[in-house]
């Protein structure tokens, strides 16, 4: 038994060049989040910039906020620190500070990111440490992050509690970075505490 098959229509040729007809919409870009935009909008305004240190978020501050379009108005630069030896060697943190407080601590946030804003001349200088998990560091839990900014005539350091997995630290502590900076931009008063 056979069955009939039903021919296709006739198309109008097209040239291999040519695009189809109908093309699915692309999709909208995704925007930065929104404390990256509010905080290039803020240095922006004030013609200032920021530089960062960066431990446990290994680039991501930078990462997000070079998202927003004309970052490079407002980001000067920064480093990985994700080595102990390289907060000294490449944020200028005392080698006798980290003995004496190791690298996750208020006082090692604190000297990264003043290390960061003179070792890339910037306006504001953020430094990052804690531990993102799985397992506890240096007597630390997963979760314990220090935030540190450094600006003129200041130096300010955020004690925070996250949960979530590696991944969530991480984003939760880039997000909360970037709140800090804006409350110390802003010049009212911080829940940060003056450095040790």
């Known amino acids: 038994m056979s069955s009939a098959v039903t021919p296709a229509p006739d198309l109008p040729p097209r040239s291999p060049s040519e695009p189809p007809s109908e093309q699915p919409p692309a999709p909208p870009p995704e925007d930065p989040p929104a404390p990256a935009a509010q905080l290039h909008a803020a240095l922006l305004e004030r013609g200032q910039t920021v530089a960062v240190a960066e431990s446990l978020t290994a680039g991501l501050f930078c990462a997000t906020l ?16 994700y080595a102990t030896d390289l907060k000294t060697a490449l944020a200028g943190v005392p080698a006798e500070l ?5 690298p996750v601590s208020p006082q090692t946030a604190a ?10 001349s910037a306006d504001w200088g953020v430094g990052l440490t804690g531990v993102a998990g799985p397992d506890p560091v240096d007597g630390h839990d997963p979760g314990r992050v220090y935030v540190g900014v450094a600006g003129p005539g200041q130096v300010l350091v955020w004690q925070l509690d996250l949960t979530g997995d590696r991944a969530e630290v991480r984003r ?7 709140q800090a900076l804006l409350e110390s931009l802003g010049g009212g008063p911080s829940t940060g505490n003056a450095a040790p």
């Open 66 to 81: 070079a998202d927003v379009p004309g970052a490079s108005a407002t980001l000067r630069g920064g480093a990985v620190v």
């Open 111 to 120: 000297a990264l990111a003043a290390g960061i804003r003179v070792m890339c």
């Open 98 to 102: 980290l003995a004496a407080n190791g």
């Open 172 to 178: 939760q502590s880039v997000v909360r970075a970037m």
